[in-house]
């Protein structure tokens, strides 16, 4: 970690988001270097679509991942942000971090606090206790304790490689966050962990036990208004509530219109509702344009059923529960980000039984840029976020 890394951890902007700094701020921080983590242009590719939630792309030819990145936000200036830091955060894991600190050491080796199929699925893999692996050095979010996790959790690289990674580790950007401060990426890479754990749990479990919003009665006012622009087109929407293990509020966000007739989803979690609410919201919207506007290399083939006039409107929820029921039982907020922390920490831990691991990627004094290890925690397969399964009712002319 660099020396004096921004410890801001008292929260000043609350709009869809909690952050130690104003977003002008954050933007005055980054746009000076921008092309030093390869990033060559910026672009708002908001109006591609009828939906009117800002989204933004980011670009970096030469990245070793992804060369497209994507941000969302409430507000242009907030999409912008959130695609640059989504391009400073791939560009971190591909290039600050490259060399492992413990080399080819089998973990039945290193006395590690938690088993190598806490990491990933491992029943089709090779990879055993005895395999030798390479390895990083995370500390315990509450402890502070070194602790070896294998270096393809950290280092992300779609590059040919001469070394052999056995499979059941797959590279991933899950618990990879950034933040205007050490504890502020942190806490949004919990919040992303937390998120996918409680979306796998959908589809693993054998039970949806989702709930469905009434987007009418959403009070949260950067919610509402995201909402307005969506129903102001006259597309499907629907938001529901992913009840979890962390006791969190979890939200789901599906979108659909006639003239790109495929479902887009996003997912976000949160200890404040409307923040959990504003990320799936946002995060829909920025799914459908990274469909319409084609820039990504790892796209999904969304586009076959549209191919094939699958233009079936999805069906609604047969009942809608206000927004204010669903989330009257969350109470927990917090005004020092530090805190949050601390009781993120707590709650996985308390229910994975394994402390989470975080490693300090950043190369600056003035952001920071983490990657989270949770053992014990799930993510659904390409990050899908399931839509409930109900019979689709025909369209009328």
């Known amino acids: 970690m660099p020396e004096q890394v921004n410890s801001a951890s008292a929260k000043v902007y609350f709009h869809g988001t909690h952050r130690v700094r104003s977003p002008e701020e954050t933007w005055e921080t980054i746009e000076p270097i921008l092309s030093t983590f390869g990033i060559t242009r910026i672009a708002d590719v908001t109006g591609l679509d009828i939906v009117g939630i800002p989204v933004y792309t980011a670009y970096r030819p030469l990245a070793r991942t992804l060369s497209v990145s994507q941000g969302k936000g409430s507000t242009s200036l907030s999409a912008r942000i959130s695609a640059a830091m989504e391009a400073i955060e791939l560009w971190h894991a591909e290039y600050a971090w490259t060399r492992p600190d413990i080399r080819s050491a089998p973990a039945a080796d290193l006395n590690l606090p938690y088993q190598l199929d806490q990491l990933g699925n491992l029943a089709q893999s090779l990879l055993n206790d005895h395999v030798p692996l390479d390895w990083s050095v995370a500390r315990g979010v509450r402890s502070g304790t070194e602790v070896p996790v294998p270096f393809s959790l950290v280092h992300l690289a779609l590059t040919p490689s001469p070394t052999w990674t056995p499979s059941g580790l797959a590279s991933s950007s899950n618990g990879l966050a950034s933040g205007n401060s050490y504890q502020e990426a942190v806490a949004h890479a919990f919040y992303e962990v937390i998120e996918r754990d409680a979306i796998a749990q959908l589809t693993s479990s054998g039970r949806d036990g989702r709930i469905t919003v009434d987007p009418a009665t959403v009070s949260d006012p950067t919610c509402a208004e995201l909402i307005a622009k969506i129903l102001s087109n006259g597309m499907f929407f629907e938001i529901a509530l ?152 025909p369209r009328t002319s």
């Open 242 to 393: 992913v009840p979890n293990r962390w006791r969190i509020p979890c939200f789901v966000a599906h979108l659909w219109s006639q003239d790109f007739p495929t479902l887009a989803a996003g997912a976000g979690a949160h200890s404040a509702p409307g923040v959990a609410l504003s990320r799936a919201v946002t995060e829909a919207a920025q799914s459908r344009l990274t469909a319409i506007s084609g820039s990504r290399e790892d796209l999904a083939p969304m586009y076959s059923h549209v191919r094939r006039g699958e233009v079936t409107e999805p069906a609604p929820a047969p009942d809608l529960v206000p927004f204010a029921e669903v989330t009257g039982s969350f109470t927990v907020g917090f005004d020092d980000v530090g805190a949050e922390v601390a009781w993120l920490g707590s709650t996985v831990e308390a229910q994975a039984g394994t402390e989470p691991v975080v490693l300090d990627l950043s190369t600056r004094r003035d952001f920071a840029v983490v990657k989270l290890i949770c053992p014990g925690l799930s993510a659904p397969p390409g990050h899908d976020i399931p839509f409930a399964v109900r019979r689709a009712l």
